[in-house]
C-alpha cells in the first residue's frame, strides 16, 4: 500500500505475536507508522480522518478477525504480517489483511521464520544422540537454517566438550557451547539472533525458558525442574509466542516435546543428513528412487554413524506414509451405519473427525479473556 492509502483509511502494520480464542496480539510497526505520517501530512489533509498521532501509538494492539478473512477461510497464524484497521474508541483493532507469508509451519503453527534455535543440554538430562538426530532431522525438514546450542556446558570438562564437539561437526554441525547459569557464550547465541524470527524448541528440562529470560530481561517465564526419576524435563510452555529481542528480532517459545514426529517423505528423508548430502553431492546412486537400504551401487549406505539412525527414521517415515495413503482410500473415510427403522437396511455414512467438532466451553473462553485482559493491561 502506498502512504496515502495508509493515512488515508488509518490502517496500520504489524506482526501476531501471540493467538489466544479468538484474539490476536499484535505488535505494531512504530517507526514505519511514523515515518508513514510524517509523509502522508505533507500531502494530505489529515484534520478531519480518524488517525491516533503516532506519538500516542500503544506498541500492542488486540485485535480480532474480520469476517470476511473468516469466510474465505483465511487462517491468522503467530508470525504473521498482518494489516490492521484501528479502534482507537474501544483500545481494540480488527485484522483486515493477512500478507503473504515467505514460510510456515505446522508444528508449531508460526509463519515467517527464519531460522530454528535447537537447545540441548549436554547433562542433566544426559545428552542423548537419538534424540538430538531426531529434533535436527525434524529442523532440517522445514528447509530453514538450524542453529545448535549446548547448555549447561559448565558441568563437564573441557576435554569432553571437545568430545562432544567433534563427534557433533562429523555430523555437520558446529555447536555453540553455553552456560545460561554463568553467562557463558549467551551473548554469542544472541548474536544469530538480532534481526530474524527464530523459533527455539528441543527437549524439556534443557534451560530454554531460562536461556529466554537472560536474552530477554524484562520477562520472567515459568522454569521447571529435571526430574530425578526420569531424568527429563517438565514442560513449563503453554503456548507459542513471538518475545521483542533487545537487539531486534522476535523469539518463539514453543511448548516443549520429547519426540517429534517423524512425517517426511521417505525418499527425502536422506537430504536432511549433512552428511549424507555430502557423499550425494559428489556421486550418485545407481537407482533415482534409491532408499539407501540394500540397493546395489549405493553411495550413501556405508560407515558413518548417524547411518543407523537414518535406518530407524527411514521405517518410521515410511510407516507413516502407508498411514496417509490408507486414509485416502475413499472407503476408510465412510462408515457403515444400520437404520433400525428402515427394516435393516444399511448405508455408508462420512466419518467425523475426533475432536475436530467439539466445542469450547464457556468457562475455558472466559478464562482466556481474562488473561488477555489481564496481559492487556
Known amino acids: ?53 503516532s506519538a500516542a501509538l500503544p506498541p500492542f494492539l488486540l485485535c480480532t478477525r474480520r469476517t470476511r478473512l473468516k469466510k474465505i477461510g483465511q487462517q491468522v497464524m503467530v508470525g504473521d504480517r498482518v494489516v490492521v484497521e484501528p479502534d482507537w474508541a474501544g483500545g481494540r483493532g480488527a485484522i483486515a489483511e493477512v500478507l503473504p507469508r515467505q514460510s510456515e509451519l505446522d508444528r508449531p503453527a508460526i509463519a515467517n521464520v527464519n531460522q530454528i534455535l535447537l537447545v540441548f543440554a549436554v547433562t542433566d538430562p544426559p545428552l542423548e544422540p537419538y534424540q538430538l538426530s531426531r529434533f535436527l532431522i525434524k529442523a532440517e525438514s522445514t528447509g530453514l537454517d538450524v542453529l545448535l546450542c549446548l547448555n549447561k556446558s559448565d558441568l563437564i ?15 555437520g554441525y558446529q555447536p555453540i557451547f553455553i552456560s545460561v547459569k554463568d553467562g557463558v557464550n549467551t551473548n554469542q547465541a544472541a548474536r544469530y539472533l538480532s534481526n530474524k524470527i527464530t523459533v527455539i524448541a528441543g527437549p524439556s528440562g534443557v534451560g530454554k525458558s531460562s536461556l529466554i529470560n537472560t536474552l530477554i530481561d524484562s520477562l520472567e517465564l515459568r522454569v521447571g525442574e529435571v526430574s530425578g526419576k526420569l531424568a527429563r524435563g517438565r514442560h513449563t510452555t ?15 517459545d514453543t511448548p516443549g516435546f520429547n519426540q517429534p514426529d517423524m512425517d517426511c517423505i521417505p525418499e527425502e528423508l536422506i537430504h536432511y543428513f549433512p552428511e549424507a548430502r555430502k557423499r550425494l553431492a559428489v556421486a550418485s546412486c545407481r537407482f533415482s528412487n534409491c532408499l539407501h537400504r540394500d540397493e546395489p551401487e549405493c553411495v550413501v549406505r556405508g560407515d558413518w554413524e548417524r547411518y543407523e539412525h537414518y535406518l530407524e527414521f527411514l521405517d518410521a517415515a515410511i510407516a507413516h506414509q502407508t498411514q496417509l495413503n490408507q486414509q ?34 464457556r468457562k475455558t473462553q472466559l478464562q482466556d479473556l481474562q488473561e488477555l485482559y489481564r496481559d492487556e493491561e
Open 328 to 361: 485416502a482410500d475413499p472407503e476408510s473415510t465412510l462408515k457403515l451405519k444400520s437404520k433400525s427403522k428402515g427394516k435393516g437396511h444399511s448405508q455408508y455414512e462420512p466419518k467425523l473427525e475426533s475432536k475436530k467438532y467439539r466445542r469450547i466451553s
Open 238 to 252: 503453554r503456548h507459542i509466542e513471538l518475545f521483542e529481542l533487545p537487539s531486534g528480532g522476535l523469539l518463539a
Open 1 to 53: 500500500m502506498t502512504e496515502e492509502i495508509f493515512a488515508a483509511t488509518g490502517q496500520l502494520l504489524g506482526t501476531v505475536v501471540a493467538v489466544q480464542a479468538n484474539f490476536y496480539r499484535v505488535q505494531l510497526d512504530q517507526e514505519d507508522v511514523e515515518q508513514r505520517s510524517k509523509g502522508a501530512e505533507e500531502k494530505l489533509n489529515l484534520n478531519s480522518l480518524p488517525l491516533c498521532p
Open 157 to 171: 570438562l573441557l576435554p569432553e566438550q571437545q568430545q562432544v564437539n567433534d563427534r557433533l561437526f562429523g555430523w
